[in-house]
């Protein structure tokens, strides 16, 4: 009997796994026509999960610990979107198709707020997201703004006092935060 429930357990990871593959697999191929097949980092959940279980551990950053495992998933995953963002600026598309071209076009603007710097951070969230469950970003947001009463001070300020005029120095007092 044990060995069934445990078998019922370990198929339904297996399928856990496979739905988590295939939702982040299709968003990135919205956001940023990633195809696992051409891609040099074959599996994006693999980083993203050794991310997530870093984040919720032990900061100790020693190979073999569940941090050094989430920071290396963090460096992998970042590491495919700079490569992808100098591949599309070393070959632009003619027609914008995907969420990469669009801010290609936004990043050759002279009066613009984005940054590569603040699209790959935002690339990397909008890809983990898309396969983590909101319980669980929920926790972490708590507990990064719990651990940094700062930030959570200054959120509090700009969302409370939030208009379109004070807008940008609400977020140029948050950048200057680091």
Known sequence: MVVLYVSGVFIELIQQM????????????????????????????????????????????????????????????????VNLLQERREKPRKQPIDFVDHVLEELKKEETMLTEEIFLGLMFVLL????????????????????????????????????????TNCYSSLKSMG
């Open 128 to 167: 983990f997201v898309s396969f983590e469950t909101t319980s669980l970003a929920l926790t972490l947001a708590i507990k990064f703004l719990s651990d940094h009463p700062a930030v959570l001070k200054k959120l509090t300020i700009c969302t409370n006092s939030l208009s379109i005029s004070n807008h």
């Open 18 to 81: 496979q739905g988590a593959q295939l939702i982040i697999d299709l968003t990135a191929k919205k956001l940023i026509s990633y195809d696992s097949e051409k891609c040099s980092e074959k599996n994006l959940l693999k980083n993203f999960v050794a991310f997530i279980q870093g984040l919720i551990s032990f900061l100790v950053d020693i190979p073999g610990t569940a941090y050094h495992k989430c920071l290396q998933g963090r460096k992998n995953a970042m590491r495919m979107l």
